[in-house]
């Protein structure tokens, strides 16, 4: 493994400047390019001019969003949901997704009831659950956020008013929206569990009374813990206040941490004034701490000793999309990446079963954190360590920079945090040379930057093994039998090569148990059985013998002179009844759903792989014959690795058995999941394409291939990016006019509508600033944060102006437009040149007429072009924007999943470097959907054309058999009104009477197909 040099910053650079050529996008990421496919565990590779990979350790994992490292084999389960490449939502593998991963959290939280709001990022989590308070609060009169000193909520504008920092919020504030900030009374001795003081609690509890004092005390930080709650309570009393959020541990204001005596209170506090309370667990949610919710460790509890429940908890980052959670509301919301909230479920399902691994690095890693602070003490002070996060603070504050300035030559990413501290955030791949490695070059760096001494990195790095190679090759097999069986051909080719690999690499004999052959291995099956298990869980020979019986049974061993190495066997469900859960499974009775019986490894052989690669054959075997799903039990935590294979095939948990084992182990529970082996061919649902613009028959294995890395990881894009990445930002503006091709991506329309409003904002004339916004009524924004919904909805936070839709009375729309503009001045006019949620057009004549009474008053205008875009408004043009005459100063375009553009005119383009940005900024694998979308229309307009002409002309032939009232519909999208049978409304999503017509290229082919 090589390390990262001074040449691949310059290879990279060359590469960048492409991007900020004509400022296409602000200048602002690190000076490497990502090889997603090359990262390991630890190590973050990236792209260099030979073509190899060279690395770094990400000791930050992509800012704790990596908890199980680069390419963790359980990720690649995201390759076996045909959602997951589709981004289609209306299905039963979905639906079931999202019960599953809501009965994990209820498990992890103890909540009776667990609503749960999925959002694109953690700031838009927070502005979510912030809106709910704000929509639920008892005082109508109550506008503020009270947060603390030293808190970062995200970079959405309610969010970003609650950030402490700044550099990052003054900016962007708008006058009168402001939040008040509380002193967070900070525990520096770390994070102190102490058992609940019910006098404590009481006293807080008391705080509405008139008669209410705060009591006093001689200890430094109860006495800041009591400044900083009767601070909250002065404020709350006052009713300006309708939530309170705060991190259970400040992460970007310094790793701070406050006790669990201080939360409690705090809670306590709120629920008496009945204000909400939101812990923004976007950063500690999802273990990185000792708990899987860092929350959890404080027992919140009231004087009764009875469980408090957080109003709000807030997840994103290792959840990799953005969750609500709450016990008393939610919001439902589609605009969503299937592909991350299924590898956000992997994640949280491992980082579950690896709780007992993360306890044991924070041990692991606390002796070398203390070592390097006491050798360094002179210039170190204030360790902490808890769970997979740490940090130090330097004694002098400009010591900080000169760490940070040194990081990648030494082969490290690490990031300052407040004004004093280096923080850390580890994932479960770190062995114990990779911790070796991280502290000997920290302690090259100190050296260098304490005394100044001439120190150079190590040689090379811990070498890593070759599993991620194993696991790509696997799954490209996967994918590419997949789309044979799709296409109704055989992978048989594909079956035999997988078996002569198996047996190179392990120059063991692979074989085929079945009822001809099972006598001569039936004593050898016997004798691993006693090998490997106790009594209790060995698996009677009666059941493989059982088995082998069944055509549909899929049963195979590794074996070497004459011993049987590995074992895999899988059957019909109905041939073990009595096993436990089997029978609730509705799919018992089906011969072509299979039950793992076992896969089992000698015991010198376990660790080598033999146990992934039978299993792997074994699942390719059942795609290749036709079986639809492969289901098994594992027990909780004690079978973690093998879980950890069925997830990289795509289980999801359909049942949790509490007590399954009748044995005194710490881990008795069950595991029952389901792997879906077929993918479907003839599901259809058109009116889809905002959200899901790609089908399968999109598909080829070339492009799955070059997919697969940005599909199983997730990296921050306001950091690092590919040149594929860069290469998609430069195609998309490609596609919009030369004026508008100034640029943020973005992971959703929410985000679109806060990066553009802050940008005119932030370029208005210092004597005119307005954040007034104006739009139509009906016209929509999103709903993931208070800016977006108040576009959207009537329930507005900010104010926004709304008036008649030109489609509901022109006249009267453009009148009213013209007063409201010459008698106030607004930030921007928005519209939707497609109205997304109805499917109607505002018409080419009326847009224009709108464009020239905005620009007789000086007001920018923005256009949302979800639904307009993608040849959808006109055929011939790919949004309205690029129509001359129709051009906005400004455009957002969402393109499903957790993808976005905001593109503008340069004069309201900031480009300042990290001022405009968000965490993710996007998802790679997104984008590369929404473009291979756009690329199979653009490669053959003249067939596009004539595909939505049939398909126009069939839908039409259909509905002429039914009572419809109303047809509209133009470029293949539009609505109509009347009555058809049930089975034909499933195709459609219905808006009030409307049925909705909006599909993708795709589903219209399979609509006339079928």
């Not at 490292?69 to 390759?79: A, K, L, W, Y």
């Not at 004597?767 to 009537?794: A, C, E, P, Q, W």
């Not at 940005?917 to 053959?940: C, Q, V």
Request: net charge neutral.
């Amino acid at each position: 493994m090589k390390l990262i040099n001074k040449n691949d910053e310059i290879f990279a650079k060359k590469e960048l400047d492409k991007l900020y050529d004509n400022k296409k996008a602000p200048a602002e990421k690190k000076e490497y390019l990502t090889d997603l496919k090359n990262g390991r565990g630890p190590y973050f590779a990236v792209e260099t001019s030979d073509g190899s990979p060279h690395y770094f350790m990400d000791a930050a994992s992509q800012i704790a969003t990596l908890g199980l490292g680069f390419n963790p084999s359980s990720f690649f389960g995201t390759n076996h949901l045909e959602e997951c490449w589709t981004n289609e939502q209306h299905t039963q593998n979905f639906l079931n997704l999202k019960k599953s991963l809501n009965d994990f959290f209820q498990r992890k939280l103890g909540w009776n009831n667990v609503h749960m709001s999925f959002t694109n990022s953690g700031a838009e989590s927070n502005e979510v659950a912030l809106g709910l308070a704000y929509k639920n609060r008892a005082n109508k009169n109550a506008k503020k956020v009270l947060c603390f000193e030293g808190s970062f909520h995200g970079r959405m504008m309610v969010a970003l008013m609650s950030t402490w920092n700044q550099s990052k919020r003054a900016p962007f504030e708008w006058p009168g929206f402001e939040s008040i900030y509380a002193p967070f009374p900070e525990d520096k001795s770390g994070q102190a569990l102490i058992k609940a003081d019910k006098e404590w609690l009481k006293t807080w509890e008391n705080a509405v009374s008139r008669s209410f004092t705060a009591p006093k005390s001689n200890d430094e930080l109860v006495q800041k813990e009591i400044d900083s709650l009767t601070y909250v309570r002065d404020h709350i009393k006052n009713g300006e206040i309708f939530a309170v959020i705060i991190e259970p541990m400040q992460c970007e204001g310094g790793d701070r941490y406050a006790t669990n005596r201080f939360f409690q209170a705090l809670t306590v506090l709120c629920k008496s004034y009945g204000v909400a309370i939101i812990f923004d667990e976007v950063q500690t949610g999802f273990h990185l701490g000792r708990e899987f919710f860092w929350h959890k460790e404080f027992q919140l509890q009231n004087s009764k000793g009875e469980e408090i429940l957080p109003d709000y908890v807030t997840c994103a980052k290792k959840a990799q999309t953005g969750i609500v959670l709450s016990p008393i509301d939610g919001i439902e919301n589609q605009e969503v990446s299937v592909a991350s909230i299924y590898r956000g479920y992997i994640h949280a399902l491992m980082m579950d079963q690896l709780s007992d691994d993360i306890v044991d690095l924070e041990k692991r890693t606390e002796k070398k954190l203390y070592d390097f602070c006491r050798k360094h003490a002179d210039y170190v002070t204030n360790p902490r360590v808890h769970g997979m996060a740490f940090g130090f603070d330097l004694k002098d504050k400009a010591n900080v920079n000169e760490f940070i300035k040194h990081r990648f030559e030494f082969g490290l990413l690490y990031y300052p945090a407040g004004d004093e501290t280096l923080r850390f955030r580890l994932n479960t791949a770190y062995r114990d040379s990779d911790i070796d490695f991280l502290f000997q070059h920290m302690d090259l760096i100190a050296r260098r930057v304490f005394k100044n001494e001439d120190v150079s990195p190590l040689e090379c790095a811990p070498e890593f093994s070759n599993k991620v190679e194993d696991t790509y090759f696997w799954q490209e097999i996967f994918i590419e039998a997949r789309l044979l069986k799709l296409a109704d051909k055989s992978a048989s080719t594909l079956v035999k090569m997988a078996k002569e690999w198996i047996e190179e690499r392990t120059q063991f004999t692979l074989t085929e148990i079945t009822l001809s052959n099972f006598a001569q291995y039936k004593d050898k099956i016997i004798a691993l059985e006693k090998e490997v298990y106790e009594p209790a869980r060995q698996t009677e020979i009666e059941k493989f013998e059982k088995t082998v019986t069944h055509k549909n049974s899929l049963a195979y061993a590794l074996e070497k002179e004459g011993k049987i190495l590995a074992i895999s066997f899988a059957g019909p469900m109905k041939l073990y009844p009595l096993e436990r859960g089997l029978r609730k499974d509705p799919n018992f009775e089906n011969e072509n759903c299979l039950y793992m019986l076992d896969t089992t490894a000698s015991n010198n052989m376990q660790g080598k792989g033999l146990g992934t690669y039978l299993k792997n054959y074994l699942f390719l075997n059942g795609i290749e014959k036709d079986i639809k799903k492969i289901n098994g039990r594992n027990r909780d935590h004690m079978a973690r690795a093998m879980f950890s294979i069925n997830l990289s095939l795509g289980a999801v948990l359909t049942d949790y058995m509490r007590e399954d084992y009748p044995d005194f182990e710490q881990y008795r529970d069950v595991l029952y999941y389901n792997s879906t082996t077929e993918w479907n061919k003839t599901t259809n649902f058109l009116s889809s394409a905002i959200n899901a613009p790609m089908g399968l028959g999109n598909l080829d294995v070339n492009y799955c291939k070059e997919q697969l890395p940005s599909l199983i990881n997730k990296i921050c894009l306001s950091n690092f990016i590919s040149k594929r990445f860069s290469n998609f930002i430069t195609k998309m503006l490609s596609s919009l006019p030369a004026q508008l091709r100034h640029s943020y991506t973005a992971s959703g329309q929410s985000e679109c509508v806060d990066k553009i409003a802050r940008s005119i904002w932030f370029n208005q004339d210092e004597n005119k600033k307005s954040f007034k916004n104006i739009t139509f009524d009906g016209h929509y924004f999103g709903k993931g944060s208070f800016v977006s919904r108040s576009l959207s909805y009537g329930d507005e936070f900010f104010p926004v102006t709304k008036i008649t839709c030109p489609t509901v009375d022109k006249d009267r729309s453009l009148k009213e437009l013209e007063t409201a503009l010459k008698n106030e001045k607004f930030l921007a006019l928005w519209l939707e040149p497609l109205i997304s949620k109805k499917m109607e057009r505002i018409s080419k004549d009326t847009l224009r007429e709108i464009l020239m009474i905005a620009k007789k008053y000086n007001t920018p205008v923005v256009y949302n072009e979800t639904a307009s875009s993608l040849y959808r408004y006109d055929m011939d043009s790919y949004s309205v924007s690029n129509i001359e005459e129709l051009r906005p100063n400004a455009v957002m375009i969402f393109m499903g999943g957790q993808a976005a553009l905001c593109a503008m005119e340069e004069q309201f383009f900031i480009d300042k470097p990290l001022m405009v940005i968000s965490t993710w900024d996007g998802d790679e694998f997104s984008f590369g959907t929404y473009l291979k979308a756009k690329e199979a229309i653009e490669n053959d307009m003249a067939l596009y054309k004539k595909t939505v002409t049939q398909f126009q002309n069939e839908l039409g032939a259909l509905l002429n058999h039914y009572p419809i009232s109303k047809i509209d519909i133009d470029s293949g999208v539009g609505h109509f009104t009347g009555h058809i049978p049930l089975t034909t409304q499933a195709l459609f999503e219905k808006n009030g009477e409307n049925f909705i017509v909006c599909p993708s290229y795709e589903q219209m082919k399979k609509f006339l197909k079928y």
